[in-house]
């Protein structure tokens, strides 16, 4: 190795270093990232358990009771409302 390799590789190792140096988020942007998640997560937290209770308290097919009128009491009922 030449002179000029040595010094193009100490260069390149100079860069990546001050390059890895700078792009390291320092301890307020990290603590602003976790309290941002923190925060992402307790709202989607209160979104399934409001839905979870919503799901709950809907009325399906299953839980509706079972009514047969006939038609000439439905139409009797009609009459009496109306």
């Known amino acids: 190795m030449d002179k000029n390799s040595i010094f ?5 190792a100079a860069i990546l270093i001050i390059w890895g140096i ?38 399906t097919a299953d839980t509706l009771p079972v009514v047969t009128v006939n038609d000439s009491a439905n139409t009797e009922q009609l009459v009496n409302q109306y």
């Not at 193009?8 to 390149?12: A, D, K, P, S």
């Not at 603590?31 to 308290?57: M, N, Y």
Request: net charge positive; no cysteine.
């Open 8 to 12: 193009g590789i100490l260069l390149i």
């Open 22 to 59: 700078v792009q390291t988020p320092d301890k307020q942007e990290v603590a602003r990232q976790r309290r941002q998640a923190d925060s992402l997560a307790l709202v989607q937290q209160k979104a399934i358990a409001a839905a979870d209770s919503l799901k709950a308290t809907m009325v």
